[in-house]
């Protein structure tokens, strides 16, 4: 069975840099259709969609966020890293990893129970 | 703002039908691309609904359903239960700015 977990800090402070890391099981990031994307949730609002790898390297970032995002994978570690730099409160959010498969195209069909992360001084 | 707009909230009786609708533009739902929905109960991460417009991944019960129709597509909930109380968003694709994936802005459905 699939499974995503995400770690990392839960509070940073103003201008430093995020890095979240998605530990996944049950899949590999180098299966052709496979990706992993990261999506995130400020408290009481809506989903925005940050970024996604896929399994060939190919990479999409948020245009609003693309300055300030790199996604990267270590498919021997079922791993994929999101760095966020110039932290901001507004960014504070629950932030999700999940998994995209050749199964339910164009969706996020199992996603992680998310990061809390809060920004702040 | 979200690229796709929802209704903040709809609300309904048990056993009654809501839907839920979702409307996009050229760039995303008009441009044909398919459009998903996601059921987040309280206190949990986002779950699948509906893909590829109107498909039920295994274990969604068939009171959920999904349409598109132009620039929006809509969910629909039939036989309202109190375990539907859930916030719902829609998502797509957009073909602006070389691509991105799209969320609705979330409908909060309260089961009266």
């Known amino acids: 069975q699939i499974a995503l977990k995400e770690s990392g800090p839960t509070l940073v402070k103003p201008t430093q840099t995020l890095t979240l890391t998605c530990t996944f099981s049950?899949?590999?990031?180098?299966?052709?259709?496979?990706?992993v994307g990261w999506i995130r949730q400020p408290p009481g609002e809506a989903l925005e969609w940050l970024a996604v790898?896929?399994?060939?390297?190919?990479?999409r970032y948020s245009p609003s966020l693309k300055s300030r995002l790199t996604i990267t994978k270590d498919t021997s570690k079922n791993q994929v890293v999101l760095i966020m730099t110039n932290m901001d409160p507004v960014d504070t959010a629950t932030y999700y990893c999940?998994?995209?498969?050749?199964?339910?195209?164009?969706?996020?069909?199992?996603w992680g129970r998310g990061a809390m992360v809060s920004v702040s001084s | 703002q979200s690229v796709l707009m929802q209704p903040p909230s709809v609300s309904g009786a048990p056993g009654q039908r809501v839907t839920i609708s979702c409307t996009g533009s050229?760039?995303?739902?008009?441009?044909?691309?398919?459009v998903h929905w996601y059921q987040q109960l309280p206190g949990t991460a986002p779950k699948l609904l509906i893909y590829g417009n109107n498909n039920r991944p295994s274990g969604v019960p068939d009171r959920f359903s999904g349409s598109k129709s132009g620039t929006s597509a809509s969910l629909a909930i039939t036989g309202l239960q109190s375990e539907d109380e859930a916030d719902y968003y829609c998502q797509s694709y957009d073909s602006s700015l070389s691509g991105i994936w799209v969320f609705g802005g979330g409908t909060k459905l309260t089961v009266l």
């Open positions: 049950e899949f590999s990031l180098s299966t052709s259709g496979v990706g």
């Open positions: 050229s760039s995303n739902i008009g441009a044909n691309y398919d």
């Open positions: 999940a998994h995209r498969g050749p199964i339910y195209p164009g969706t996020f069909d199992i």
């Open positions: 790898i896929f399994w060939n390297g190919d990479k």
